[in-house]
């Protein structure tokens, strides 16, 4: 199995609060005070660090194909893996090993692919790639910051481990939210879609039952009343569709952000939400940029929102600058399947506030 990573510019992004290499990333943010805050570099001595790691004597795997980087990915796993989810500041999140140490990654299916933070992948001993062959650029809630591409070892989750799979080290550090009861306080790590949708058939977000389950080499089995809708993968990430006032548009399926339902101002226009949303005060804290500014989010809301062949009453949309999405604050009572072989996002089961949908 091959991953390839193209020179150029990649998207990356990060969540609410918060395919490789050799390009530009997407990744999303966070909420608490009145303005945007971009990303400061990390320490030259971090950095010297990160750069060394790439002249060990063992060195990354890789064929370069053109401009292309490919990466062979062994993997091995048994037919279903269950880990716990742990949620703080909003977010889901999973212990992993990287190399041997115990890491707690986002699930996050807004970001194309996974990363890490500078101190995690140092901690963890991660490889990194020299810059001249892989040129990597992460496009984040603050801007566009520069990064590396690194390679750990190994990596695991349960019994599902995997190795030669490339990730993106960070060479900024994100203000955080300050550590309290509502915060850890810890790096921001994320397992991004890459090493999901490459090995798995599907990916189950039970938070319910606060578990996450991957599937491996059969087909997703929806259990009675389940209820569904159609799911595209662009750019790896998965989009699913959505309606309201007789409309339907694309909407990205993020679980790296803690907002129910956010759009961005050109949607908002179209379902004329302007003259009913509301300033919101808030901070959003992402990948990208070393700069500051005013954040200018905006509140409104659904009477009725149409997802995954469910109607939810009395929706909180956000207005924001970036890229339109459902997040975890509207899945948080439920159980979601990503279902990678049939292309489709199920909804199980039913929850009481919501109703089966009828017409648009």
Not at 52 to 77: C, H, M, N, T, Y
Not at 162 to 169: A, D, H, M, Y
Request: charged share 20%.
């Amino acid at each position: 199995m091959f991953t390839r990573l193209r020179n150029g510019r990649f998207a990356a992004k990060a969540g609410w609060c918060g395919a490789l290499i050799a390009g530009v990333f997407l990744m999303g943010g966070c909420a608490g005070d009145s303005m945007m805050s971009g990303a400061a570099p990390i320490s030259r001595t971090e950095l010297d660090a990160l750069h060394s790691a790439s002249s060990g004597a063992q060195k990354p795997s890789f064929e370069r194909q053109g401009d292309v980087l490919a990466f062979k990915i062994a993997w091995e796993a048994p037919d279903v893996v269950r880990a716990p989810l742990k949620f703080w500041d909003g977010l889901p999140h999973l212990q992993a090993k990287i190399n041997g140490h115990d890491v707690w990654l986002v699930p996050d299916t807004g970001s194309q692919i996974s990363v890490l933070e500078a101190e995690t992948a140092l901690r963890c001993g991660v490889r990194t790639i020299p810059e001249e062959s892989a040129h990597i650029r992460l496009l984040g809630t603050s801007g566009v910051e520069s990064a590396l591409a690194g390679i750990p070892d190994r990596t695991s989750i349960g019994n599902w481990s995997w190795s030669n799979l490339p990730c993106v080290v960070r060479t900024h550090r994100s203000p955080g939210v300050p550590k309290s009861f509502f915060s850890r306080g810890e790096p921001f790590n994320i397992l991004g879609m890459a090493a999901m949708h490459t090995m798995c058939s599907y990916v189950t977000f039970d938070y319910r039952r606060s578990e996450i389950v991957f599937g491996f080499r059969q087909l997703f089995l929806a259990t009675g009343g389940s209820s569904s809708g159609p799911m595209t993968l662009d750019g790896g990430l998965p989009i699913v569709q959505a309606a309201c006032q007789g409309r339907r548009w694309p909407l990205l399926l993020d679980t790296g952000s803690a907002a129910p339902v956010e759009l961005n101002r050109a949607l908002g226009e179209r379902l004329h939400l302007h003259g009913t949303a509301l300033p919101y005060r808030a901070m959003q804290v992402g990948l990208g940029g070393e700069y500051a500014r005013p954040a200018e989010l905006s509140v409104a809301g659904f009477s009725d929102f149409v997802f995954a062949g469910r109607v939810f009453p009395r929706t909180i949309v956000m207005i924001v600058p970036d890229q339109s999405k459902i997040g975890d604050g509207l899945l948080t009572n439920f159980r979601f399947t990503l279902d990678f072989q049939r292309k489709v996002i199920w909804l199980d089961p039913a929850d009481a506030r919501t109703r089966p949908v009828t017409s648009l």
